[in-house]
């Protein structure tokens, strides 16, 4: 009996064995370095292949995903963009390549069996990872679809024939939700995408205006204006263009203005000539110059309007519209004038060039300053420093001949009093700024023009001097000779 019992379970262990064995060589008989067939990775079959085929095969396939265009639909306008504009990357890659070469080679034998087994009746897809850079596709999205939205329009002021100010109203709107409209991308792609130019309508957010015409119901009063004249020639140009780009603005309290970023690029694409302007101790020809009268006009309707003052930089040379210490210089990048409405109201920048030629600006809101409360500022000369001769050689111009170059500055150092009258009465004063203007010599071309290259050299020399009578005497020698 147990010899009977002994012998049956012999032939189950060889059975079993057997067995094993069958299935141990069945799917051990398919290359370790090699995918099974039938595996996909997405949509790409990398049935049979290394790692390195799969990988260079998804990113080959990669490559003609970012060629498809996304219409993306803002109300009844659209824009499109490619998936490679948008920054479409296909993630983990060599991850999803591992699994797929992992696939029916790893775990028990029968396991093993049952997934390969399975493959012959239907393919086993890994599934991609493809997503969105959310740096791109914001930018894509800022630039293209945000500006069709239906933006929300603030409220504003406008200056009527006879001088009186129409507030005209605020306007609601949308606009695009840019980081929900990546995430429904994102989803769009994970799940419903087949590979192909597809629309989405974009996410859009209410948007409410940022100044309502309630808040501007209370300007009213002018609280300060100033004006230069305005001149002729390339400079009036700029001085035009300067002012229609101030005008209009609206600070609402707490609120500050950079007026050179308000008026900036000067270049002739933003409506700026080629105009006299201050660099480096001279007179060059730049574009935009001017630009320093509007903000210095500016500057002086502001002082009389009491709004804080966060930036403010003199000239390097004085100027001859504004007294000493009441310029404000701007350069693109360089110098700026910056201030606040320190108001708890708006306040509103009237800006014109009249039919006098006067620019002017005027600056609006609430007055709540006591009645009868005036301020005045006062230019005070500390210092200055004579401009001296430089005499320079014109090898172009005849020999000993002089011609004045350019126009002499003095050097200056000036400060500005704030003075402040209630009835006519002096109340207080204080200084507000300081200013360095620097001199700038009246420079003399000599000529140096000869046949004769030692009388050319004599006078050269006599010019190396800086004397006067020096360069004459040599002058008059090589004439003599």
Same mark, same amino acid.
């Given at each position: 009996?147990?010899?009977? /019992?002994?012998?049956?379970?012999?032939?189950?262990?060889?059975?079993?064995?057997?067995?094993?064995?069958?299935?141990?060589?069945?799917?051990?008989?398919?290359?370790? +370095?090699?995918?099974?067939?039938?595996?996909?990775?997405?949509?790409?079959?990398?049935s049979g292949m290394t790692k390195k085929e799969a990988v260079q095969a998804i990113q080959s396939h990669h490559e003609e995903h970012l060629n498809y265009k996304v219409t993306m639909k803002v109300g009844e306008e659209s824009a499109q963009a490619t998936l490679a504009e948008l920054g479409l990357e296909h993630r983990d890659v060599d991850q999803l390549v591992e699994s797929a070469m992992d696939y029916g080679k790893k775990g028990p034998i029968a396991m093993r069996l049952m997934k390969i087994r399975g493959l012959e009746k239907e393919p086993y897809v890994i599934k991609e990872v493809m997503k969105l850079d959310e740096k791109k596709a914001e930018a894509v999205i800022k630039e293209r679809a945000?500006?069709?939205?239906?933006?929300?329009?603030?409220?504003?002021?406008?200056?009527?024939?006879?001088?009186?100010?129409?507030?005209? @109203?605020?306007?609601?709107?949308?606009?695009? +939700?840019?980081?929900?409209?990546?995430?429904?991308?994102?989803?769009?792609?994970?799940?419903t995408w087949d590979?192909?130019?597809?629309?989405?309508?974009?996410? %859009?957010?209410?948007?409410?205006?940022?100044?309502?015409?309630?808040d501007l119901s209370t300007i009213e009063d002018e609280l300060g204006s100033f004006s230069t004249d305005a001149g002729g020639g390339e400079r009036w140009q700029n001085l035009s263009t300067g002012v229609s780009k !101030? #005008?209009?603005?609206? %600070?609402?309290?707490?609120?500050?203005?950079?007026?050179? @970023?308000?008026t900036a690029p000067y @270049?002739?694409?933003h409506g700026y000539v080629e105009a006299g302007s201050y660099e480096n101790g001279q007179v060059v020809d730049s574009f935009g110059g001017g630009i320093c009268q509007v903000s210095t006009t500016l500057y002086n309707a502001v002082l009389y309007a009491e709004l804080q003052v966060e930036k403010r930089y003199p000239h390097s040379m004085l100027v001859n519209y504004v007294k000493p210490s009441r310029d404000a210089a701007i350069a693109e990048g360089i110098l700026d004038f910056v201030f606040t409405n +320190?108001?708890? &109201?708006?306040?509103?920048?009237?800006?014109?060039?009249?039919?006098?030629?006067?620019?002017?600006?005027?600056?609006?809101?609430?007055?709540?300053?006591?009645?009868?409360?005036?301020?005045?500022?006062?230019?005070?000369? %500390?210092? &200055?420093?004579?401009?001296?001769? &430089?005499?320079?050689?014109?090898?172009?111009?005849? !020999?000993?001949?002089?011609q004045y170059s350019g126009s002499p500055h003095t050097g200056v150092t000036a400060q500005l009093w704030k003075v402040?009258?209630?009835?006519?009465?002096?109340?207080?004063?204080?200084?507000? #700024?300081?200013?360095?203007?620097?001199?700038?010599?009246q420079i003399i071309l000599v000529g140096t023009?000869?046949?004769?290259? #030692?009388?050319?050299? %004599?006078?050269?020399?006599?010019?190396? &001097?800086?004397? /006067?009578?020096?360069i004459s005497a040599a002058t008059a020698q090589a004439n003599a000779s």
């Open positions: 009996m147990y010899l009977m /019992a002994g012998a049956a379970c012999a032939v189950v262990l060889a059975v079993i064995g057997i067995v094993y064995g069958v299935m141990y060589s069945y799917v051990n008989q398919y290359p370790e +370095n090699r995918i099974l067939d039938h595996v996909f990775i997405g949509t790409q079959d990398v945000v500006p069709l939205a239906a933006r929300a329009e603030d409220a504003y002021v406008e200056r009527t024939g006879d001088g009186d100010f129409q507030v005209v @109203d605020e306007k609601e709107g949308y606009t695009v +939700n840019v980081e929900a409209s990546i995430q429904k991308m994102n989803q769009y792609i994970e799940k590979h192909s130019d597809f629309e989405i309508e974009m996410e %859009l957010k209410k948007e409410e205006p940022k100044i309502k015409a309630a !101030l #005008n209009g603005t609206i %600070l609402m309290p707490g609120e500050s203005l950079s007026v050179c @970023d308000a @270049d002739a694409e +320190n108001y708890d &109201t708006p306040i509103y920048i009237f800006g014109e060039i009249d039919d006098a030629n006067q620019m002017r600006f005027a600056i609006y809101g609430k007055d709540t300053r006591p009645e009868g409360r005036t301020v005045e500022y006062e230019s005070e000369t %500390l210092e &200055t420093e004579d401009y001296g001769v &430089t005499y320079q050689e014109d090898p172009d111009a005849p !020999l000993g001949s002089m402040v009258y209630q009835d006519g009465v002096e109340e207080s004063r204080e200084v507000i #700024n300081h200013s360095q203007y620097s001199k700038s010599d023009k000869s046949d004769d290259p #030692n009388k050319s050299a %004599l006078v050269r020399s006599a010019i190396s &001097t800086q004397s /006067a009578s020096q």
